[in-house]
């Protein structure tokens, strides 16, 4: 490891730490519902996964959000991170969301074309998508919150050039439906998998 790339990755975790614990203490001073702020550490953490890609090299970047993930097991174990981990519903997406990325990093090969489509979608098709079912107070999806899913995918698809219009459609309708019916938030893994692998071969 050069110095540089040493004082990349350990910015880097330093930003992890003071993001989430920045959205653990909003969460605790105003008393946000963690529903509502479980969507924003989803959005800060596929934004903050999409920057290491940027700065780091494919080893680098394994090891710092591979080492993310353990470091949040930790944290949710000590309770520090209530922001997140404190929801009524049985979910276990906040721990395997690790398992979505390096997996849709695994499959895209190193083309960004590839994953970058792919963690932008779950970061915010299903993040609002969620929202939706959080402001309606909706312990279920719902057909809103799928709409809403579908159209930002097919937004983030057509405006990063993934795919032509006609296949931006079909792989949209198709996340869509894969974020419907994976339960227990395994969405947060089967969307990624799933966009990396559409993507790779359509």
Not at 4 to 29: C, D, P, Q, Y
Not at 33 to 60: K, N, Q, T
Not at 102 to 107: N, T
């Amino acid at each position: 490891m050069t110095a540089t790339e040493f004082v990349i990755v350990l910015a880097m975790a330093l930003l992890f730490g003071v993001v989430f614990a920045s959205i653990e203490i909003i969460k605790r001073r105003w008393n946000i519902s963690p529903e509502i702020m479980r969507r924003v550490a989803h959005i800060a953490s596929g934004l903050l996964v999409l920057l290491d890609y940027v700065l780091l090299s494919p080893v680098f970047f394994i090891a710092l959000v591979g080492g993310g993930w353990f470091a949040f097991f930790a944290a949710s174990k000590l309770k520090l991170l209530t922001a997140v981990n404190d929801v009524a519903r049985r979910t276990y997406g906040q721990y395997i969301l690790t398992a979505g990325y390096l997996g849709a990093f695994g499959i895209s090969q190193f083309e960004p074309a590839v994953f970058v489509p792919s963690v932008l979608i779950v970061t915010f098709a299903d993040s609002f998508a969620g929202l939706v079912g959080t402001l309606i107070r909706s312990p279920r999806r719902t057909m809103l919150g799928s709409l809403v899913f579908f159209v930002i995918a097919l937004g983030l698809l057509i405006a990063t050039g993934a795919a032509p219009v006609l296949v931006a459609i079909g792989v949209a309708a198709t996340l869509t439906l894969i974020e419907r019916v994976s339960p227990l938030g395994l969405d947060n893994v089967t969307i990624p998998v799933a966009a990396a692998l559409l993507l790779l071969v359509l």
